[in-house]
């Protein structure tokens, strides 16, 4: 079976019928609702495969190559390992969903680290490894952070790459590092996307004019069209958060909600109501 038809998708998926297809597989194989033996290695299967069709570079080189040919000539081993922070891997589930299973000793997560950053059980059995919890503020989660924290009684600097997010295990020498990060007060994150909610002067939306957005570093002033209605949405394209490891960014949305004043005055009510005419 090659990946897509683990996944029970086309080769033509989109990312999003990948993503939705995984969650799917795993739910139906997970072992403590699925009590067939060939359970665990299934999930083991599910695991690896959308660790590679969700990621465009793997994807793209499984699909030149095919199946076999991309397990014989190794790739996803060592020498695919992550940029920049030698020693640590990154794995995460789609939109926070959580991959991390316990098998009695082999996790998902884990063996996804060990097809993809070199080795592979193959027999041998490992010490389950220790996994440590790291709180980041959604800051930190984006722009990447360095921390002092002592492990095992040894003071270590952990460092941590832009763009991580909730449920994202980094694989460090001898432990790994699991990530929770705290929302932000008004922008909502969707993998590397942020959704943020603009409320407008209702003059604004009839006539048009300019609003001023906060992104994640700095800001923008954004035109708005006469005769904006409530939940118009602006897409800014890689205004989002950086992908771990990577020289690309998700993007910005920004929705419009129009303020509707719930009290006018004699005068303004007169204005309004000439314009309902004029308008009808």
Do not use: C
């Not at 007060?185 to 909610?197: H, L, M």
Request: charged residues 25%.
């Amino acid at each position: 079976m090659d990946n897509y038809s683990i996944l029970g998708v086309s080769r033509s998926a989109s990312d999003a019928e990948i993503k939705s297809a995984y969650k799917r597989k795993v739910v139906e194989w997970h072992p403590d609702r699925n009590k067939s033996p060939e359970a665990p290695e299934m999930i083991k299967k599910i695991n690896k495969a959308f660790e590679v069709l969700s990621d465009p570079q793997k994807k793209s080189i499984y699909d030149q190559v095919g199946h076999d040919a991309y397990d014989k000539r190794g790739y996803g081993s060592a020498s695919g390992g992550s940029q920049g922070y030698p020693g640590a891997g990154y794995s995460t589930g789609p939109g926070g969903f959580n991959v991390d299973f316990d098998f009695g000793g082999a996790s998902g997560v884990e063996d996804i680290f060990e097809s993809f950053f070199g080795g592979g059980r193959r027999g041998r059995s490992r010490p389950r490894r220790q996994v440590y919890q790291m709180n980041l503020t959604f800051e930190e989660a984006i722009k990447g952070v360095t921390k002092e924290t002592v492990i095992e009684g040894k003071s270590r600097e952990i460092k941590i790459p832009a763009g991580v997010d909730t449920n994202m295990q980094i694989r460090f020498t001898d432990f790994d590092v699991v990530v929770q990060v705290r929302p932000h007060a008004f922008f909502k994150r969707e993998g590397q996307d942020i959704f943020y909610e603009k409320q407008i002067p209702f003059v604004t939306a009839v006539l048009g004019g300019s609003v001023n957005i906060p992104l994640v570093e700095g800001s923008i002033d954004l035109k708005v069209a006469p005769g904006t209605p409530t939940g118009k949405m602006v897409r800014l394209t890689g205004k989002g958060i950086p992908f771990p490891n990577q020289n690309r960014w998700g993007d910005f949305y920004v929705t419009y909600k129009v303020h509707v004043p719930t009290r006018v005055s004699s005068k303004a009510k007169k204005l309004l109501e000439e314009l309902s005419t004029e308008l009808a």
